[in-house]
């Protein structure tokens, strides 16, 4: 027998996922951006379009399939994690020094 997850359970792993992933990878490309004399704007929007595409296959999964609860908890998971992630890691690579 096939047990599915709760649909609270699939957003939280999503979003932890997301917010682990943007918020090293903000600190990170901050640190490589300050060596190479990259504009922190760039590195934002540039960003943001990652978090687009990250979100991207559970956005078509829910255009699909217009009734799935598992494509809009992965959805709604992603997004949420992506925008805490991309909200406060600027505030740590700053007081890291990084911009």
Do not use: N
């Not at 682990?20 to 929007?45: D, S, Y």
């Not at 978090?51 to 255009?63: E, T």
């Amino acid at each position: 027998m096939e047990t599915m997850l709760p649909d609270y359970l699939i957003r939280e792993q999503a979003a932890v996922g997301a917010l682990v992933v943007f918020g090293l990878m903000r600190v990170i490309v901050a640190a490589v951006a300050r060596t190479r004399g990259w504009r922190i704007l760039v590195v934002e929007q540039s960003l943001i379009g990652v978090a687009v595409l990250w979100c991207a296959p559970q956005l078509v999964d829910l255009i699909a399939h217009p009734s799935s609860g598992l494509a809009l908890a992965g959805l709604e998971g992603k997004a949420i994690g992506c925008a805490i992630a991309l909200f406060f890691s600027p505030i740590l690579s700053h007081r890291l020094g990084y911009e």
